[in-house]
């Protein structure tokens, strides 16, 4: 397999406060991966920074072997997709108006959709179960729903990468299983690669393949999530004591803080 997205040993500080130093981390094609760590130790800046929005001070970002500060931001938003933590949209759009939005990077001179945007906007609302509701106003949705919607509106890009921070962080639970098994369908059935931020544990290691621990503006550890959430690991890094468990259904670990 190749690295269809790779950080090079960058470095990266905000004034006064220097946070990455030598890191680096790489996405093989059709990963479906977590990045998992304690509060501030970078993981939205990484994000930001392995879609271009910020640059590193050193170092270099590798987007299918390119250099991604290289590139124009549609040659970007072609390969590469966002599904940010907080969406807001100013007006008052309907579901597929939203998800229309998606095909910015693919439209033309004048930048007027065309029936086939429209048709793979339809598409990849379907494949997030939300077709039904092309129609409405996204503001009558519940918090689940325009997840969903800002999902699909991702996938209009027709993205090789899909990145999301926190996807499911103001979800309950059944909306938050209901995400993560659109993201594992979608990486097993099109192959598309998957990296998302994530601040629950087991819900990381029970849908995502690989883990990315970062911890102090450094990669921790890396590996599949038996070899990431272990006890030892997650008393140095959270600095709490857990008892490691399977999870009965898919094998996975399971952590039980004391």
């Known amino acids: 397999m190749t690295d269809v997205l790779a950080v090079e040993r960058i470095a990266f500080a905000f004034p006064g406060r220097p946070l990455f130093r030598d890191l680096s981390l790489s996405l093989e094609e059709g990963d479906l991966a977590g990045l998992i760590g304690p509060n501030g130790s970078g993981k939205t800046t990484l994000l930001r920074i392995l879609t271009g929005v910020l640059r ?3 170092g270099r970002v590798l987007l299918r072997g390119e250099d991604l500060a290289a590139l124009s931001g549609r040659s970007r938003a072609r390969s590469l997709a966002v599904v940010p933590q907080e969406s807001r949209t100013l007006f008052d759009y309907t579901v597929l108006e939203v998800a229309l939005m998606g095909r910015f990077a693919h439209l033309g001179l004048w930048g007027m959709e065309t029936r086939e945007d429209a048709a793979i906007a339809r598409r990849c609302l379907a494949e997030v179960g939300m077709d039904h509701a092309a129609s409405r106003s996204l503001n009558e949705l519940s918090s689940g729903e325009r997840q969903r919607v800002y999902i699909a509106r991702a996938l209009t890009q ?7 921070d926190e996807p499911t962080s103001f979800l309950d639970l059944k909306h938050r299983l209901q995400i993560y098994e659109i993201l594992a369908r979608l990486n097993r059935e099109t192959g598309l690669t998957v990296l998302a931020i994530s601040h629950d544990l087991n819900l990381a290691a029970r849908y995502c393949r690989k883990l990315h621990l970062i911890r102090d503006g450094a990669i921790a550890a890396s590996g599949a999530p038996q070899e990431v959430i272990t006890g030892s690991v997650i ?11 399977k999870d009965p259904r898919t094998g996975s670990p399971f952590i039980i803080p004391y």
């Open 235 to 245: 008393r140095e890094v959270y600095g709490t004591d857990a008892e490691i468990g």
């Open 56 to 58: 590193p001070d050193s």
């Open 158 to 164: 027709q993205p090789r990468v899909l990145l999301l």
